[in-house]
């Protein structure tokens, strides 16, 4: 059992939360991940890890609660416990070779683009962060972003907070203006980072994208991770979660992802039969 110690509401569906998992926080990595279960009966669900302390023996997680797991997950409280966390899985973000980076997150991407941009920063290296989000009610690690990276800046797709533009003219704009990157690392929608790497393809510039996908045993035995690529089948879950951006088949990801839509729909909008209004998520 992995007990709840910190709990924070980061907006109207996305959790910050911290769980003890001492031999998970022994050797986790910025990058890696973690697949959990809230219950016996729960099904597997993959989450990258914002931190881990290894003093506290405790990791953590920000996450959106869109299924029916995260769901339930961002229903516990402090002192409350779930079943299984397994990890760190998944390969370490790369920090060696590099003098400059920036890091592209785009919506619920934030999340997982926090532990990247903050593993970069801790390894000495002058990192760049474009945060982008539809509207202000959506933005999320604003501060944290602010006190860990060099440069921060805040798009809106609406220009209600930060500057009113999407995170690749953001991104474009900064390569114009002669900031020079070793490379971008971008985490989000699979259509923000499709065009990322078309932006910085232009510019000779490598791009690395972290991917979640539909994912199950994390140990590459069931396949559900899958994608296409360099022409090849790799695994999210054992060759990743990190590639070469510009090897990934987009097209084949983006309508893998999407599988499983209305399944989601449907519990996010579940209604209890027996109250009439109680819900999996508020």
């Excluded at 769901?71 to 400059?100: A, H, R, Y």
């Excluded at 006190?147 to 800046?153: E, I, K, L, R, S």
Aim: hydrophobic share 40%; aromatic share 10%.
């Amino acid at each position: 059992m992995h007990k709840v110690v910190y709990k924070k509401q980061l907006s109207h569906d996305m959790f910050w939360m911290e769980f003890e998992a001492p031999y998970v926080a022994e050797k986790a990595k910025p990058g890696q991940f973690i697949i959990f279960r809230v219950d016996e009966y729960g099904e597997r669900i993959p989450l990258t890890m914002a931190a881990s302390d290894k003093d506290k023996g405790t990791v953590t997680l920000i996450f959106q609660a869109i299924g029916r797991s995260t769901m339930l997950l961002s229903q516990l409280e402090v002192g409350e416990s779930i079943v299984d966390i397994v990890g760190p899985l998944g390969n370490p973000t790369e920090v060696e070779g590099f003098k400059k980076v920036c890091v592209v997150g785009g919506g619920t991407g934030n999340a997982l683009a926090y532990p990247v941009a903050m593993g970069f920063k801790a390894a000495g290296l002058e990192v760049d962060m474009i945060s982008g989000f539809k509207t202000k009610d959506l933005i999320v690690l604003e501060e944290e972003f602010k006190a860990g990276v060099d440069n921060f800046y805040l798009v809106t797709d609406d220009g209600s907070a930060g500057e009113k533009a999407f995170t690749t003219q953001k991104l474009e704009a900064l390569i114009d203006e002669g900031k020079q990157y070793d490379r971008v690392v971008t985490v989000g929608p699979p259509i923000m980072m499709k065009f990322v790497n078309e932006i910085t393809k232009k510019h000779g510039i490598k791009t690395i994208a972290s991917l979640a996908t539909i994912m199950i045993d994390g140990t590459g035995m069931c396949g559900g991770c899958r994608i296409t690529y360099d022409g090849e089948t790799k695994y999210v879950c054992v060759d990743g979660p990190e590639f070469d951006a510009s090897l990934v088949d987009w097209d084949v990801l983006i309508a893998r992802n999407a599988y499983y839509m209305e399944e989601e729909e449907r519990d996010r909008n579940h209604v209890c039969r027996l109250t009439g209004g109680v819900r999996y998520y508020e």
